[in-house]
């Protein structure tokens, strides 16, 4: 089992910076994939940001440029730095890993809120 612990949202104005981090603990051996996701208030979970074990990285094109993951395998920790941030990034964020068996786990969220 894994579990996932997400740190670093908050409340920022449009134009500013957060990283969110996200630690595993458990059979973190196991995972291969981490991934980022957010949830806005009536729209469905989207993909953010995933990458892999072998540091390939991907991106929702809304993100591209603004926002940056990033991973530490030794701490067992994947990193989302989000700059020039705008209100329509306004989610909770959900960090997520996929096992190399297929299974998925998932963080509890963290609220990021941008005002404009």
């Known amino acids: 089992q894994v579990r996932l612990v997400e740190s670093g949202g908050g409340l920022v104005q449009a134009g500013g910076s957060l990283r969110l981090s996200c630690a595993a603990f458990?059979?973190?051996?196991?995972?291969?994939?981490m991934d980022w996701y957010r949830q806005a208030l009536g729209k469905q979970r989207e993909l953010v940001a995933g990458?892999?074990?072998?540091?390939?990285?991907n991106y929702v094109d809304s993100v591209k440029g603004r926002f940056t993951i990033s991973r530490d395998n030794a701490k067992n920790t994947v990193y989302l730095q989000m700059n020039s941030l705008k209100p329509e990034d306004t989610a909770v964020y959900y960090c997520?890993?996929?096992?190399?068996?297929?299974?998925?786990?998932w963080g509890q969220g963290t609220q990021v809120t941008v005002s404009s």
């Open positions: 997520h890993a996929e096992a190399y068996s297929r299974s998925h786990y």
């Open positions: 990458i892999t074990s072998d540091g390939l990285v």
């Open positions: 458990g059979s973190t051996f196991i995972i291969n994939t």
